[in-house]
């Protein structure tokens, strides 16, 4: 059984049990769910022992996930942009309204065997394993690992904060200039940075505004928190928006639209981008046309 990750604690901020901690961490098993399921199978350590979750941590530990043994799912046949892919990794955009993994058949996991080549590396995964999380109404740049070494590799770059992740979003009201968000989350810290693009008058809220944001933490749903936080929610958010936020039909403005990180075999310092899909330009012109006709 080969190891998903692999991790020294090197810092503490208080008192926190295990169970805690990797519900935190930036590894691809993140969810109580999931890690509940591993420590029932025995598939985590700490300090080379069977841990079962409610131990406390202290610095230097060591924190070992064994990966699961399983069968490769049914592939669900939807056909992704395959941005980049090479032997160990690949990048694809995610479509918007399909979640990236879980218990159900039509996941960007189910499908990535459709889309990406076999790996001939001697530890290639059993199927392609997406790395990190997008909220299955954002779409954007996806990273995949295709190996056992590239997926850990890669989680400890999330868990190091050494990738660097770009999205775009169209928000309400009128956002000026560029600003850091430090809000925590849940009693965790959290950081993101807005940059402003473009704001357009708008009958609907005032002024709709295209933003470039940054996560720097990455917690789940911190940039559409954060920017509600601000009273300008992200445009089709119905779980953190106001009222006549959303648009019939028309989803979340939100887009991941860049990744950066090193490769896992080489380290070059790799760059992939994607556009934002077409609807965020066409309500700005939209709204614009609605605003010049009936202001």
Not at 105 to 113: D, G, P
Not at 238 to 247: D, P, Q, R
Request: glycine share 6%; hydrophobic share 35%.
């Amino acid at each position: 059984m080969s190891l998903l990750f692999d991790h020294k604690v090197e810092n503490l901020k208080g008192e926190l049990r295990l169970l805690d901690y990797l519900l935190k961490s930036e590894s691809s098993l993140n969810t109580r769910n999931g890690l509940k399921k591993a420590f029932k199978q025995q598939r985590i350590l700490l300090n080379n022992q069977l841990a079962k979750g409610h131990e406390w941590l202290s610095v230097g530990d060591q924190i070992i996930i064994k990966e699961e043994e399983a069968t490769p799912p049914k592939v669900f046949e939807l056909k992704l942009e395959v941005i980049y892919e090479d032997d160990v990794l690949a990048v694809v955009f995610k479509p918007a309204g399909y979640p990236v993994s879980g218990n159900q058949y039509k996941t960007i996991e189910n499908a990535l065997l459709y889309n990406l080549q076999p790996s001939t590396a001697s530890d290639a995964l059993s199927w392609p394993k997406p790395c990190h999380r997008l909220d299955a109404p954002t779409s954007g740049v996806l990273l995949i690992a295709k190996t056992r070494k590239s997926r850990v590799a890669l989680g400890n770059q999330f868990e190091d904060k050494t990738i660097q992740k770009k999205y775009h979003a169209v928000v309400m009201g009128k956002v000026q200039g560029t600003a850091d968000i430090k809000e925590d989350i849940e009693g965790k810290k959290s950081h993101s940075t807005y940059q402003s693009i473009k704001s357009i008058p708008s009958l609907r809220s005032e002024f709709l505004t295209l933003v470039e944001l940054t996560p720097h933490t990455g917690r789940t749903h911190q940039l559409r928190i954060h920017m509600a936080g601000l009273g300008h929610p992200i445009v089709g958010d119905a779980t953190y928006g106001k009222k006549g936020n959303t648009l019939e039909g028309k989803g979340l403005f939100l887009c991941s639209t860049s990744i950066s990180f090193h490769h896992p075999d080489t380290n070059e310092w790799m760059e992939f981008s994607a556009n934002y899909p077409a609807k965020f330009d066409k309500l700005l012109e939209r709204e614009t046309k609605m605003w010049e006709k009936y202001k």
